[in-house]
Every structure is written in C-alpha cells, then in structure tokens.
C-alpha cells in the first residue's frame, strides 16, 4: 500500500530565525541606547554607591527594631504580670533568633567599615567621615552593647524555668532584669538612630 505524497514542503525555518536574529539584533541597539543615556544623566550606580545604599536599609532596619521596642514594646511588656512578662521576653527572644535579623543586624557590623573604606578609596572625604562615625557607634554603642549586656542577661532568662520557681524568685528576677535590659536598649537605639543619620548623610554628601 502506497501512502499519499505530501504535496506540501515543510515550513522552513529560516524566516523563524531570520525574526529571531531581528528582535536580538534591535533589542540590543535599544538596550546600547537606554546605557547611553543612563551614563550620560548619570543615572547609574556605582558599586560603592550601590553598597552605601544597602548599607543605608540595613542600619534604618535595626534602629527601627530597637527604635520600636523602645517607643512602644517595653512598655506593653511592663503592663504584663511578672510570669506573663518574663515569659513573653523568652518568647521573643527566642524567636527573634532568626536569619533575616542576623543578616541585617551582623551585615551591618560589616557593610559600613566597608563603605567607610570604599568612600576614603574614592576620595569621598565627608561621606567618609561620617560613615567612620557611623561605623564606630553602631559597632560599640549598638553590636558591643548588645553582645556585652542584652544578651547575657537574655541567655540567663532563657535558662530559667518559671514553673519550678516560686513567685518571689520570679519577682526578683524581674527587678534585676527588666530596668537593666531597658537602659541598654536606650543606648542601644540612640546609637542605632545616630549612625543611621551619619549614614544617610554620607549618601547625601557623596559626589558621584
């Protein structure tokens, strides 16, 4: 048995490719184009900018955690009872213990000696200083007191079991705990807020 001849040729496909080589070819002289002007408004980030920029979102994210906790969770945690308030700063403790805060919270400790660096390299003399004062208060005023004096205290609240513990020992530990946590915070967020404003005054001041 003989099968019908197929009268019809396969499409070819060259004018598939012929458009293909068309749209990469004008996609390409569009996207020279769009640089070209970019470059010539100045519309592109540099490195060193791009990084002062995270930099920037970075630090306003941890003085804003502590800014928050100053302004309004202290005090809503100072309503509680004293089992309720001591329970309630574990679980938040605990909680708070994930990467999204270690990325911000150590990745700030890193990006602004950086970007100090990169602006003295540059030549960026005023975004320099300022970012050199920015880096010194968030590094002793705000990650040295944290690891010096917030944590400790929080690691030694972790510890405590507070159903095996009468509600006057609950009580003292409360008094130990809660005035000294709340002045290292204090220190913590003005330091926080005071190297965010050096930050964003060193984005203002750099000369692109």
Same mark, same amino acid.
């Given at each position: 048995? #003989?099968?019908p001849?197929n009268?019809h $040729? ?12 068309? /749209?990469?070819v004008?996609f390409v002289? /569009?996207h ?6 970019f470059? *010539? ?5 540099? +490195?060193?900018?791009s990084?002062?920029?995270f930099?920037?979102?970075t630090?306003g994210l941890?003085a ?5 906790w100053?302004c309004?969770?202290?005090?809503g945690l100072?309503?509680? $009872?004293d089992?309720? +308030?001591?329970g309630?700063f574990?679980?938040?403790n ?6 999204w ?11 602004l ?6 602006c +003295?390299r540059g030549h960026q ?14 590094i002793?005023?705000?990650f ?6 917030n944590?400790?205290?929080?690691e ?6 507070l ?10 530990? #409360?008094k130990?705990?809660?005035? *000294? ?6 220190? #913590? ?16 001041k750099?000369?692109?």
């Amino acid at each position: 048995m #003989r099968l019908p001849k197929n009268n019809h $040729p396969a499409p070819s496909a060259l004018p598939l490719l012929r458009r293909r080589g068309i /749209f990469t070819v004008g996609f390409v002289l /569009f996207h020279k184009q769009l640089m070209d002007i970019f470059v *010539k408004k100045n519309m592109l980030m540099t +490195y060193s900018e791009s990084l002062l920029a995270f930099t920037a979102i970075t630090t306003g994210l941890i003085a804003g955690l502590f800014y928050s906790w100053t302004c309004g969770i202290t005090q809503g945690l100072g309503n509680l $009872p004293d089992t309720g +308030y001591l329970g309630a700063f574990q679980a938040i403790n605990r909680e708070i213990q994930r990467p999204w805060f270690f990325i911000s919270f150590l990745g700030t400790v890193l990006l602004l000696p950086v970007s100090a660096w990169l602006c +003295y390299r540059g030549h960026q003399q005023t975004s320099f200083l300022f970012l050199l004062n920015a880096s010194l208060l968030y590094i002793i005023g705000v990650f040295g007191v944290t690891i010096a004096g917030n944590v400790p205290l929080n690691e030694m609240l972790d510890k405590t079991n507070l159903q095996s513990i009468s509600v006057e020992s609950i009580a003292e530990i #409360r008094k130990s705990f809660e005035s *000294k946590w709340n002045q290292l915070n204090t220190v #913590r967020t003005l330091c926080a807020i005071a190297s965010l404003a050096g930050t964003i005054i060193a984005c203002i001041k750099y000369k692109s």
